[in-house]
Structure formats: C-alpha cells, structure tokens
C-alpha cells in the first residue's frame, strides 16, 4: 500500500515536471537501495536518485517495482560516469544504466562530473541532447559543473541544461553558482543538502529554529532550500528519517530566518573542488 505523493513539483526547462524534494540513495548497496526505495516511495517520495557510480541500480530498480507505484507517476535521476564522456558513448551508458534499473527511460539523466582534465564533458551533453530529441530521457542536466564549465555548454548546443546537482547546504551555500543557474533557467539541486557528521545540524542557529517550530534540525534546513527555491536531496535509509525529511510542505522560515540560516556559509573553498576532483 502506498501513500498518495506528498511533495509538489515544478517545471524544468525542457518540459518536464521535477518533485522539490528527492531521495537520494548513496551509498547504499543494492540490497539496502532496493528496500529503502520502496520504503521511501510507500512514504510519499517520487524523485529517486541514482547514479552509475553508486553501484546500486539494480537495487534500485527492484525498489521502484516492489513500490507497486505506476513507473509515470515516479521520477527517476541516473548519472553518467567519465569513462563515458563521448557523444557516441553516452549511448552506451544510457544503456547500461536503464537494463540495470530495467527502465525504459529516465526522466533525467546528469554528467556527474565535468573532469575537465579529460575535455570531454561538452561532447558528453551533446550526447545527452541526442538521448533527448530521442525522448529516451525527459530532462538532461550536470552534477558538479561550475559556471564556467556551464558556459562552454552553452556556447556549444542551444538546449538549456535542465538541472545542475551541486553540493549545497545553509555553510556551502553557492551564492555565484545559484545566481548563474537562476539567470540561465537551470534548476539548483542540493547534494549533501543537510551536510555530513552532524556539524551543521548542531548550529545553534539551526537548534533554536528548531525549537522554535517544533521541529527537527534536519526540517529546518531542509525548509531551507525550498525557501531559496532549490531541490534537495536528502539520503537515509532510517524509515523514520524519511518520513521526518519528507514533512517539511508545511510551514515556512522568513526571509530573516533563511538570512541566519545562510550566515552560516564557509565560502565556495570549503565545497568539493570540481576541477580536481570527480569520477
């Protein structure tokens, strides 16, 4: 038995509608993918997020059928991985990735590093526009890609990337790359959107919202992105967690509290450096 969704959606830039608010599944194994994604589907999610390099489509695939929810009603994330960079080898990949999740396709499909050492991430996204026009995939995007990556896209094809996965949270909050992605159309989600270890959870700031709206910290940040209008994507294979990340549609921060929330910011440095690092 499943619940009706409990997450509203938007549009992205080529059409598509995208849940606010995901379910991320790393680094869950397949066997763990496979129960925590029905799990979370029976709660209310309908965005599940995956990605070659995790390891876990099978698993996740198998969660999506066990979820007994119709595959239209669900929305579905894979990402390519760098040895695949090529426009003719996108399709390779695409391959592999949907025979894993046996899907026959995804509603959006990321580069999930830009490695540019390699220099072939804007042939990889023409190769993602292919799988578009095909209607193999209903939205193509980038995880991990910095603004001036984004721009030689750009300057490349004329489809407009329809989402960039960043790691983002109230003290890596990415003014630049928010501004850029807000003035080009593409949608901003959050990877790692409550952070890591506990640090960020345990910030006074965050601690007194909590109490001040009878919540846990990890809602108020949560709260958070979708007041700036981004979609995180939290990962818990608790199935209390899940329902606690899910339940953040009603109630809101003010613009005060959002500001206090952001003060937090440890500067674009403390982020993962894209032109280093990636897989």
Known sequence: MTTEPAVPTRRLANGARIPQLGFGTWPLDNDEAERAVAEAIGIGY?????????????????????????????????????EWHGRDRVQEAF?????????????LYLIHWPMPWQDRYVDAFLGLTDLLREGRVRAIGLSNFTPAHIDRIRAATDVTP?????????SLTRDAARAYHREHGIATQSWGPIGHGGELLGQPVVTDLADRYGRTPAQIVLRWHLELELIPIPKTANPARMKSNI?????TLT?????????????????????????
Do not use: C, M, W
């Open 46 to 82: 309908r965005l599940v997020d995956t990605a070659y390099r995790y390891g876990n489509e099978v698993g996740v695939g198998r969660g999506l059928r066990a979820s007994g929810v119709p595959r239209e009603e669900l929305f579905v994330t894979s990402k390519l991985n760098g």
């Open 95 to 107: 391959r592999d990735s949907v025979g894993k999740l046996g899907l026959d396709y995804l509603d």
């Open 162 to 170: 329809d989402v960039n996965q960043i790691q983002l949270d109230p």
């Open 247 to 251: 339940d953040v549609f009603d109630f």
């Open 255 to 279: 613009p005060e509290e959002v500001a206090a929330l952001s003060a937090l910011d440890r500067g674009e440095g403390a982020a993962v450096d894209s032109e280093t690092n990636g897989h």
